[in-house]
């Protein structure tokens, strides 16, 4: 089974065709300011052509669902809607931090991975290795960093843009509790969510894309605005 992964989330997007005998086929990691909208689909291009897999050749499509960047979200889901319908395939939606936090595989120690959320706040979840299965400690949500630190008390593996953006904080907080993604781990991976979404597909998971939203957790701008 071979699925074409998207990973849109953050400014450092990728592409990744995983399978589930090969393991990961080729990823390809862009982290610069250029927009997704300019660079998914040749991305996704290149990958194809230089793995000699042609486009009917893809099982199912996987796209990270959020939180991150509402626009990038948005247009990750299209792409990876467009695809799933033209080739009616199934789609499968993983949870960004989820599969974030599973680029480090077997930490001892609980894992968080923080996205920029603005306004002061990051997105992030903790998670932690249980054998083999990757579980939520702390739901997903969009906090304060000095609230979200507060409430850990064990050694924690920092991850993401957010650590990168809050790291101070985070050492002054933690008082020597706190350890840092290396560099190659800073920002999601579609290579993270395709396995993930082998996993729900084993498992005879999949979502209608008619109905598939981005979770988005808070409210974007527009929408508080218009409520104002």
């Given at each position: 089974?071979?699925?074409?992964?998207?990973?849109?989330?953050?400014?450092?997007g990728?592409?990744?065709?995983?399978?589930d005998?090969l393991?990961?086929v080729?990823?390809?990691?862009?982290?610069?300011?250029?927009?997704?909208?300019?660079?998914l689909?040749?991305s996704?291009t290149?990958?194809?052509?230089?793995?000699?897999?042609?486009?009917?050749d893809?099982d199912?499509?996987?796209?990270?669902?959020?939180?991150?960047?509402?626009?990038?979200l948005?247009?990750?889901?299209?792409?990876?809607?467009?695809?799933?319908?033209?080739l009616?395939?199934p789609?499968?939606?993983?949870p960004?931090?989820?599969?974030?936090?599973?680029?480090?595989?077997?930490?001892?120690?609980?894992?968080?991975?923080?996205?920029?959320?603005?306004?002061?706040?990051?997105?992030?979840?903790?998670?932690?290795?249980e054998?083999?299965?990757?579980?939520?400690?702390?739901?997903?949500r969009?906090?304060?960093?000095a609230?979200?630190?507060?409430?850990?008390?064990e050694?924690?593996?920092?991850?993401?843009?957010?650590?990168?953006?809050?790291?101070?904080?985070?050492?002054?907080?933690?008082e020597?509790?706190?350890l840092?993604?290396?560099?190659?781990?800073?920002s999601?991976?579609a290579s993270?969510?395709?396995?993930?979404?082998?996993?729900?597909?084993?498992?005879g998971?999949?979502?209608d894309?008619?109905?598939?939203?981005?979770?988005?957790?808070?409210?974007?701008?527009?929408?508080?605005?218009?409520?104002?």
């Amino acid at each position: 089974m071979k699925i074409l992964a998207l990973e849109t989330a953050t400014l450092a997007g990728s592409v990744a065709l995983v399978d589930d005998a090969l393991g990961l086929v080729g990823e390809v990691r862009i982290n610069v300011a250029v927009a997704h909208a300019e660079r998914l689909m040749p991305s996704i291009t290149w990958l194809l052509d230089s793995s000699t897999t042609a486009v009917n050749d893809i099982d199912a499509i996987a796209v990270s669902i959020g939180p991150g960047s509402f626009t990038g979200l948005r247009i990750g889901l299209s792409t990876a809607k467009g695809f799933a319908f033209s080739l009616n395939r199934p789609i499968v939606p993983v949870p960004t931090l989820e599969a974030f936090a599973r680029t480090i595989p077997f930490s001892r120690h609980p894992l968080c991975p923080m996205l920029d959320a603005r306004k002061g706040e990051v997105y992030a979840g903790l998670y932690q290795w249980e054998g083999d299965r990757c579980a939520v400690v702390m739901p997903e949500r969009a906090v304060s960093p000095a609230d979200l630190l507060k409430g850990i008390t064990e050694t924690v593996v920092f991850m993401g843009e957010g650590a990168v953006i809050y790291r101070d904080e985070i050492l002054s907080a933690m008082e020597g509790r706190a350890l840092f993604a290396p560099p190659s781990k800073m920002s999601p991976s579609a290579s993270g969510v395709g396995e993930l979404a082998l996993e729900k597909l084993r498992e005879g998971f999949s979502a209608d894309p008619a109905g598939l939203i981005p979770r988005y957790i808070r409210k974007s701008e527009a929408e508080v605005r218009w409520k104002g």
